[in-house]
């Protein structure tokens, strides 16, 4: 365990913990948007940069961001300095011109005091905040379907040659990660369509539910050992035949096969 | 053949200086990228066809080698005849044979090729007593234009590989590194980091696997350094990277070559193959368990790679976003290892620094920034090319002696080092001593090398516009302050230099660029806003000159100048024919003028008057 | 005619299977046909088992990749700083307005294509044009439209 000051007030943190995680066990609220569990940190929207300094570092203070910052020893973190506060408006007000209709930026932004950009609005702007989650949480599954595309400004997140993308499953992990909701999808409980692609939904032979996609059922069965005829059974289904199945409960937490 | 010692580099080295002793003279051929550019190879063709047909005594077609770049390439093609060091200057193809019968068959020295100084109009014959050359000194650049490149032996009969070979069998790993910690050795690459430190905090991580890593990507517009050290004199590069190698531990090294450099490309590699097959790389090197290999890795044109962690995701074939760094590439680098990264001029050092001794190495330039400097003296000086010169000299010297001053006697305005990352200098700042710290000092920094200088039609807001847009443009895109806050620094730096500035917009960008210093991810927007600052803190008049007056002074920005024929127009009717928008009127021997509305202000009459009578204002 | 690119399997066998070859692939690729064709990514990053998304991210990336058919003669204006403080923004506007390109075009005919490049290394005879990698240096404002002409 380490021991710093977060906000003035002692803390203790696990070794190799983010800097990020401690900061939000003491109920501090800061933005991240390009932050999630299910992903590595990526340090892309800078929203949590936090101002640190040690008692023998003679007064210089650093800026970084608590995302991919460890936790140390005898560190002093300021949140909300007026530094900080500063490079967030910043960046809020330099999404805000990229992004002006995206609700969660509108909402970081406005707690911030800032209802419209101040900069001239990016022409063609979107919804889009290049945070890479979706790329992210698509390698990290290990379809890898999606990624970005050019650099710079230009930048956006596309699949390969604009195309219906090969490797996608139809997951929709992209499209629940996505914190503005730029990614569309339809779902007709027939066929689901995303990144232009279609993909025919799995139906429950009990109740005609569909459950997920054919293309995720099948990656599943092949990487997670998970039986073939798993997924022509919808929720309700697996529970009817858990239900039948299951012997009666001859006491608390425990159970006998029929 | 494979050389396994010291004495049997001596004796490579012995067999070819007895070859060379054949020679009554030799003819050094500059074949660098600008030489080569102007006739170079032609020039050696011709030299070829015609010792082919005429025997020479004491003279062959070996005697004449193309050699990498001597750095004045103003004055390209570049011949010079040794052992007199005769040097010939903007050398054509049809001079060759009058050169092989006065200054080969004879000693006549042909005045017409010879050099002027522009300050005392007078012919030089040597090279070492031109002005561009004599207040050099050359390390890194030791061996370019001496050697053939491609020729592995000229580099040894130079003493290469001695360096190599006394590492490798008399000094522990230990000793190599505290011996490049004595010599003060700064990285040449940009933030002049201690070589050493770096070597030391590599080797100090355990782990099965180092790597160390030749950064010649020169991305830095305006400097060309190690594009000319890669293709003139590649083995120095391998010497230095195999001696890294062997000092942190690493036994798979790589080059990492700029793609738009392809003789550097053929050049390095040529090395590599001519190393391999001499035992000077692949297992058991001079006999002891040394065992390293290099390979190359080609950029494909990101600035941004010059960032260490985003070069390694380019060398591992991915898209080169770099890493936070609150872990060091020398810990956790190439495949998550630790690597030693330099660039190409570091590693050009280091043989010389073990063949001469870090005290001597370190007895050079100035306590804090040891050794030399190679620049890319270019922009508006007079004698533009490739210097190289001790730490600690001031800009003026460089300018004003090697430089020559600035084109057509103009009044020098600035100049700018450190490429997009740097900042542009004053004349009240001419007597800085160049050093890697008091350049930063001064809100400039050292950079790869790259030293601009810049007259009065320079126009600074067109400068910081300039390295904005470059920067908009190479940004990775992944960080928000970099992708969208430079993107607006230069939306705001456009609409000031098309006049429609406000006073409120100077505040504007310093506001932003603070928070893009403070916040970006990597050293690319962290720097960014240097050359805007720069200029801010020592041309702000000029901005004022564009915001309130929406007065271009410099003459550069379009939308705030016009051009006008002055009354001293002589009437040679050259503008009225350059103009490809018809947009000049006048008859002969009559003041002609140009009709605004149609003038595009494209430069096209200014380039063709000949009596300089057109008024860009 | 449709093109074929049926060098592209040669090319990419003539590199290590990696991953790590990648952007050399991609390069010689280039080299052969002036730009990058679909193909060429489908089947690099089948041979490298490389996803596909990944090697449109890197041939996007990098500035020397082009995705779209390129001219027989491919114009570079240098743009780096050195080339800029001479005029390179005069040369660039006089060869987009000879050519009817703007920079990063190709001509419909598939003649030209006209590209701004940051620093060709050849900073000492600013202002550059580089046609079919042949460098023009020291160029005049007035001179650079005459350049297509000789070709």
């Given at each position: 365990?380490?021991?710093?000051?977060?906000n003035?007030?002692?803390?203790?943190?696990?070794?190799?913990?983010?800097?990020?995680?401690?900061?939000?066990?003491?109920?501090?609220e800061?933005p991240?948007?390009?932050?999630?569990?299910?992903?590595?940190?990526?340090?892309?929207?800078?929203?949590?940069?936090?101002?640190?300094?040690?008692?023998?570092?003679g007064?210089?203070?650093?800026?970084?961001?608590?995302?991919?910052?460890?936790?140390?020893?005898?560190?002093?973190?300021s949140?909300?300095?007026?530094?900080?506060?500063?490079?967030?408006?910043?960046?809020?007000?330099l999404?805000?011109?990229?992004?002006?209709?995206?609700?969660?930026?509108?909402?970081?932004?406005?707690?911030?005091?800032?209802?419209?950009?101040?900069?001239?609005?990016?022409p063609?702007?979107?919804?889009?905040?290049?945070?890479?989650?979706?790329?992210?949480?698509?390698?990290?599954?290990?379809?890898?379907?999606?990624?970005?595309?050019?650099?710079?400004?230009?930048?956006?997140?596309?699949?390969?040659?604009?195309?219906?993308?090969?490797?996608?499953?139809?997951?929709?992990?992209?499209a629940?990660?996505?914190?503005t909701?730029?990614?569309?999808?339809?779902?007709?409980?027939?066929?689901?369509?995303?990144?232009?692609?279609?993909?025919?939904?799995?139906k429950?032979?009990?109740?005609?539910?569909?459950?997920?996609?054919?293309?995720?059922?099948?990656?599943?069965?092949?990487?997670?050992?998970?039986?073939?005829?798993?997924?022509?059974?919808?929720?309700?289904?697996?529970?009817?035949?858990?239900?039948?199945?299951?012997?009666?409960?001859?006491?608390?937490?425990?159970?006998?096969?029929? | 053949?494979?050389?396994?010692?010291?004495?049997?580099?001596?004796?490579?080295?012995?067999?070819?200086?007895?070859?060379?002793?054949?020679?009554?003279?030799?003819?050094?051929?500059?074949?660098?990228?600008?030489?080569?550019?102007?006739g170079?190879?032609?020039?050696?063709?011709?030299?070829?066809?015609?010792?082919?047909?005429?025997?020479?005594?004491?003279?062959?077609?070996?005697?004449?080698?193309?050699?990498?770049?001597?750095?004045?390439?103003?004055?390209?093609?570049?011949?010079i005849?040794?052992?007199?060091?005769?040097?010939?200057?903007?050398?054509?193809?049809?001079?060759?044979?009058?050169?092989?019968?006065?200054?080969?068959?004879?000693?006549?020295?042909?005045?017409?090729?010879?050099?002027?100084?522009?300050?005392?109009?007078?012919?030089?014959?040597?090279?070492p007593?031109?002005?561009?050359?004599?207040h050099?000194?050359?390390?890194?650049?030791?061996?370019?234009?001496?050697?053939?490149?491609?020729?592995?032996?000229?580099?040894i009969?130079?003493?290469?590989?001695?360096?190599?070979?006394?590492?490798?069998?008399?000094?522990?790993?230990?000793?190599?590194?505290?011996?490049?910690s004595?010599?003060?050795?700064?990285?040449?690459?940009?933030?002049?980091?201690?070589?050493?430190r770096?070597?030391?905090?590599?080797?100090?991580?355990?782990?099965d696997?180092?790597?160390?890593?030749?950064?010649?990507?020169?991305?830095?517009?305006?400097?060309?350094?190690?594009?000319?050290?890669?293709?003139?004199?590649?083995?120095?590069?391998?010497?230095?990277?195999?001696?890294?190698?062997?000092?942190?531990?690493?036994?798979?090294?790589?080059?990492?070559?700029?793609?738009?450099?392809?003789?550097?490309?053929?050049?390095?590699?040529?090395?590599?193959?001519?190393?391999?097959?001499?035992?000077?790389?692949?297992?058991?090197?001079?006999?002891?368990?040394?065992?390293?290999?290099?390979?190359?890795?080609?950029?494909?044109?990101?600035?941004?790679?010059?960032?260490?962690?985003?070069?390694?995701?380019?060398?591992?074939?991915?898209?080169?976003?770099?890493?936070?760094?609150?872990?060091?590439?020398?810990?956790?680098?190439?495949?998550?290892q630790?690597?030693?990264?330099?660039?190409?001029?570091?590693?050009?050092?280091?043989?010389?620094?073990?063949?001469?001794?870090?005290?001597?190495?370190?007895g050079?330039?100035?306590?804090?920034?040891?050794?030399?400097?190679?620049?890319?003296?270019?922009?508006?000086?007079?004698?533009?090319?490739?210097?190289?010169?001790?730490?600690?000299?001031?800009?003026?010297?460089?300018?004003?002696?090697?430089?020559?001053?600035?084109?057509?006697d103009?009044?020098?305005?600035?100049?700018?080092?450190g490429?997009?990352?740097?900042?542009?200098?004053?004349?009240?700042?001419?007597?800085?001593?160049?050093?890697?710290?008091?350049?930063?000092?001064?809100?400039?920094?050292?950079?790869?090398?790259?030293?601009?200088?810049?007259?009065?039609?320079?126009?600074?807001?067109?400068?910081?516009?300039?390295?904005?847009?470059?920067?908009?443009?190479?940004?990775?895109?992944?960080?928000?302050?970099?992708?969208?806050?430079?993107?607006?620094?230069?939306?705001?730096?456009?609409?000031?230099?098309?006049?429609?500035?406000?006073?409120?917009?100077?505040?504007?960008?310093?506001?932003?660029?603070?928070?893009i210093?403070?916040?970006?991810?990597?050293?690319?927007?962290?720097?960014?806003?240097?050359?805007?600052?720069?200029?801010?803190?020592?041309?702000?008049?000029e901005?004022?000159?564009?915001?309130?007056?929406?007065?271009?002074?410099?003459?550069?920005?379009?939308?705030?100048?016009?051009?006008?024929?002055?009354?001293?127009?002589t009437?040679?009717?050259?503008?009225?024919?350059?103009?490809?928008?018809?947009?000049?009127?006048?008859?002969?021997?009559?003041?002609?003028?140009?009709?605004?509305?149609?003038?595009?202000?494209?430069g096209?009459?200014?380039?063709?008057?000949?009596?300089?009578?057109?008024?860009v204002? | 005619?449709?093109?074929?690119?049926?060098?592209?399997?040669?090319?990419?066998?003539?590199?290590?299977?990696?991953?790590?070859?990648?952007?050399?692939?991609?390069?010689?690729?280039?080299?052969?046909?002036?730009?990058?064709?679909?193909?060429?990514?489908?089947?690099?990053?089948?041979?490298?088992?490389?996803?596909?998304?990944?090697?449109c991210?890197?041939?996007?990336?990098?500035?020397?990749?082009?995705?779209?058919?390129?001219?027989?003669?491919?114009?570079?204006?240098?743009?780096?700083?050195?080339?800029?403080?001479?005029?390179?923004?005069?040369?660039?506007?006089?060869?987009?307005?000879?050519?009817?390109?703007?920079?990063?075009?190709?001509?419909?005919?598939?003649?030209?294509?006209?590209?701004?490049?940051?620093?060709?290394?050849?900073?000492?005879?600013?202002?550059?044009?580089?046609?079919?990698?042949?460098?023009?240096?020291?160029?005049?404002?007035?001179?650079?439209?005459?350049?297509?002409?000789?070709?």
């Amino acid at each position: 365990m380490v021991t710093l000051t977060i906000n003035g007030k002692l803390v203790r943190a696990r070794e190799g913990e983010m800097l990020l995680d401690a900061i939000r066990r003491e109920g501090i609220e800061i933005p991240a948007t390009c932050q999630h569990e299910a992903v590595e940190p990526y340090g892309a929207c800078r929203l949590c940069t936090v101002e640190i300094t040690k008692a023998d570092w003679g007064g210089w203070k650093n800026h970084v961001t608590s995302c991919l910052y460890p936790v140390q020893e005898g560190l002093i973190v300021s949140t909300h300095s007026e530094d900080v506060i500063r490079i967030r408006k910043t960046i809020l007000d330099l999404f805000l011109a990229r992004c002006p209709n995206a609700e969660l930026i509108q909402n970081m932004a406005a707690e911030y005091g800032i209802t419209r950009t101040s900069y001239e609005e990016v022409p063609d702007g979107n919804d889009c905040i290049l945070c890479g989650l979706c790329t992210r949480v698509c390698d990290k599954m290990g379809f890898q379907a999606i990624s970005t595309v050019g650099r710079g400004h230009g930048k956006e997140v596309a699949p390969p040659l604009g195309e219906a993308p090969p490797d996608c499953v139809g997951c929709l992990a992209c499209a629940q990660i996505c914190p503005t909701n730029y990614i569309k999808f339809t779902d007709d409980g027939t066929t689901r369509t995303i990144w232009g692609r279609e993909f025919e939904l799995v139906k429950c032979e009990t109740t005609g539910q569909p459950t997920i996609t054919k293309e995720f059922a099948a990656y599943l069965v092949k990487h997670r050992n998970i039986p073939e005829d798993y997924f022509t059974r919808c929720d309700s289904a697996h529970r009817e035949e858990l239900a039948k199945t299951m012997g009666r409960i001859t006491h608390w937490g425990r159970q006998e096969e029929a | 053949m494979c050389i396994t010692s010291s004495r049997q580099l001596k004796q490579v080295r012995k067999e070819f200086l007895d070859g060379d002793a054949r020679f009554e003279k030799k003819v050094m051929i500059c074949c660098g990228t600008g030489c080569l550019a102007n006739g170079a190879q032609e020039i050696v063709d011709e030299f070829d066809s015609i010792l082919r047909k005429k025997r020479i005594k004491g003279f062959t077609i070996e005697a004449v080698r193309s050699t990498g770049c001597h750095g004045f390439c103003e004055q390209g093609p570049l011949v010079i005849i040794e052992p007199r060091g005769t040097f010939y200057t903007k050398v054509k193809v049809k001079d060759v044979a009058d050169i092989i019968e006065k200054s080969i068959r004879s000693d006549e020295v042909i005045d017409k090729h010879l050099y002027t100084d522009p300050a005392t109009k007078q012919k030089i014959e040597r090279y070492p007593d031109v002005a561009f050359f004599s207040h050099q000194q050359r390390i890194a650049l030791r061996n370019l234009g001496k050697i053939a490149p491609h020729n592995i032996k000229d580099y040894i009969a130079n003493g290469g590989y001695q360096s190599l070979a006394k590492v490798l069998t008399t000094m522990t790993p230990d000793d190599v590194i505290t011996e490049v910690s004595k010599s003060g050795l700064r990285g040449r690459g940009g933030g002049g980091f201690s070589a050493g430190r770096k070597w030391r905090s590599c080797a100090d991580v355990e782990s099965d696997t180092h790597y160390v890593i030749c950064n010649g990507d020169e991305g830095d517009p305006g400097a060309f350094m190690d594009r000319s050290i890669m293709e003139g004199d590649p083995h120095s590069v391998l010497e230095g990277l195999a001696i890294a190698a062997y000092a942190v531990g690493a036994k798979e090294g790589f080059v990492y070559v700029r793609d738009e450099y392809p003789l550097a490309v053929v050049h390095m590699q040529k090395a590599i193959e001519d190393c391999r097959k001499e035992g000077l790389l692949g297992e058991n090197i001079f006999e002891t368990n040394f065992c390293f290999d290099v390979h190359i890795a080609r950029g494909a044109g990101a600035f941004v790679c010059g960032e260490s962690s985003a070069l390694m995701k380019s060398v591992a074939g991915e898209v080169g976003e770099p890493r936070a760094k609150y872990v060091r590439s020398v810990v956790k680098g190439l495949h998550d290892q630790p690597t030693v990264l330099n660039n190409v001029e570091t590693f050009a050092n280091i043989p010389i620094i073990f063949e001469k001794g870090a005290d001597w190495y370190a007895g050079i330039g100035t306590k804090k920034s040891t050794g030399t400097k190679v620049f890319s003296l270019v922009g508006k000086v007079r004698n533009t090319g490739l210097i190289e010169v001790p730490m600690g000299i001031t800009l003026r010297q460089i300018i004003f002696d090697i430089g020559g001053g600035i084109i057509d006697d103009r009044p020098f305005k600035a100049v700018q080092t450190g490429g997009p990352s740097g900042g542009c200098l004053p004349e009240s700042k001419l007597d800085l001593p160049v050093d890697f710290d008091s350049l930063t000092e001064n809100g400039s920094m050292m950079g790869s090398g790259g030293m601009i200088v810049m007259d009065d039609r320079t126009c600074m807001v067109d400068v910081a516009k300039y390295f904005t847009d470059f920067l908009v443009k190479e940004s990775c895109g992944k960080c928000v302050p970099c992708r969208e806050g430079l993107y607006q620094l230069h939306k705001l730096l456009v609409k000031i230099s098309e006049g429609r500035g406000e006073e409120s917009d100077i505040d504007r960008m310093e506001q932003l660029s603070e928070v893009i210093v403070n916040a970006s991810l990597c050293g690319l927007g962290q720097s960014g806003p240097n050359p805007l600052l720069s200029t801010l803190k020592y041309f702000r008049d000029e901005y004022t000159a564009h915001i309130r007056d929406k007065r271009c002074p410099a003459g550069v920005c379009r939308e705030l100048i016009t051009y006008n024929i002055t009354d001293e127009c002589t009437g040679c009717m050259a503008c009225i024919s350059a103009c490809a928008y018809h947009a000049i009127t006048g008859q002969k021997k009559k003041v002609h003028v140009i009709d605004q509305e149609k003038c595009t202000k494209c430069g096209a009459c200014v380039a063709a008057c000949r009596f300089n009578t057109i008024d860009v204002r | 005619m449709k093109q074929t690119f049926d060098k592209i399997p040669d090319i990419i066998a003539k590199h290590p299977q990696n991953a790590g070859s990648l952007i050399m692939i991609l390069q010689d690729i280039q080299k052969e046909y002036n730009y990058l064709p679909p193909e060429a990514l489908t089947q690099t990053a089948a041979a490298l088992d490389v996803p596909l998304s990944k090697v449109c991210s890197v041939s996007t990336f990098y500035n020397s990749f082009s995705l779209k058919p390129r001219g027989r003669k491919i114009v570079r204006v240098c743009v780096g700083t050195a080339c800029h403080i001479r005029g390179s923004n005069l040369i660039q506007q006089q060869l987009e307005s000879t050519l009817n390109l703007k920079a990063g075009e190709t001509s419909k005919d598939l003649e030209y294509t006209l590209e701004a490049v940051a620093c060709v290394g050849a900073c000492a005879m600013a202002p550059v044009v580089i046609i079919n990698d042949k460098y023009h240096g020291s160029l005049k404002v007035n001179k650079a439209a005459k350049l297509l002409e000789k070709k």
